[in-house]
């Protein structure tokens, strides 16, 4: 059984101040792993996907990296507006129906 | 692209109702739709995996009978709550994966239905 579990449960960052959100997981045979960001009360927005050890994706302040057994997801001199819940999940076999973590809460503080 | 639109957002019932939540894919063609549940400070929990034309797939714990799915088309499934209970209370949250997504997992999620039973 994939399992995800993300650390830490909740951040404050000032602005500016960089940090990482880990995601850990034990699968077996990664298809995917995925990180979305989502608002309170929203849908959960896609952010990337990465797929084998060593890739790396960014877009604008966040950039996301796997290994073989985490991800980070480097958020590089955050606005008050990055403020949100990030998910991970992974996909693994055949029906590639994603696990997810239960998320890190950042906010950043003006 | 890939934008899945859920209605309605906010939805309060008396107990004993049902309830139905539309999810659709407005730009491309949903093969596969999940319905996931989603409880204060929790994870997204999957309740079942409907692919068009044929029955829905319930993950285990799951009524089927309760939670009602149909994905009678590529751009549109439905979840019915028949005879809401206030335990069922929560945030319902549809995802769609098109036929490019079948090799990539990455799911589409639409803006999530809020649901409250009185």
């Known amino acids: 059984e994939d399992q995800v579990t993300q650390s830490p449960e909740a951040l404050r960052l000032q602005e500016g101040e960089s940090s990482s959100l880990n995601c850990s997981y034990t699968?077996?045979?990664?298809?995917?792993l995925f990180w979305y960001r989502q608002d309170p009360g929203k849908g959960p927005e896609f952010l990337f996907t990465l797929y084998s050890a060593g890739e790396e994706k960014e877009k604008e302040r966040l950039k996301a990296t796997l290994t073989k057994k985490e991800s980070f997801l480097h958020i590089t001199a955050p606005k008050p507006e990055d403020s949100a819940t990030y998910l991970c999940a992974v996909a693994s076999g055949g029906s590639y129906i994603p696990t997810f973590g239960r998320g890190t809460s950042l906010i950043v503080h003006p | 692209g890939a934008v899945v639109s859920q209605h309605p957002s906010r939805v309060i019932c008396k107990s004993g109702t049902s309830v139905k939540i539309e999810c659709r894919s407005l730009d491309f063609q949903a093969t596969t739709m999940f319905w996931y549940r989603q409880f204060p400070k929790q994870s997204l929990m999957l309740m079942a995996t409907?692919?068009?034309?044929?029955?829905?797939?319930?993950e285990q714990g799951v009524e089927k009978d309760k939670f009602l799915i149909n994905h009678a088309s590529l751009t549109l499934s439905t979840l019915t709550v028949t005879s809401a209970h206030p335990e069922d209370s929560s945030f319902y949250i549809c995802?769609?994966?098109?036929?490019?997504?079948?090799?990539?997992?990455?799911?589409?999620f639409g803006e999530g239905s809020r649901l409250t039973v009185l």
């Open positions: 699968v077996s045979g990664l298809r995917g």
């Open positions: 409907s692919n068009e034309g044929s029955k829905a797939t319930y």
């Open positions: 995802s769609a994966r098109g036929a490019g997504g079948l090799s990539t997992g990455e799911l589409f």
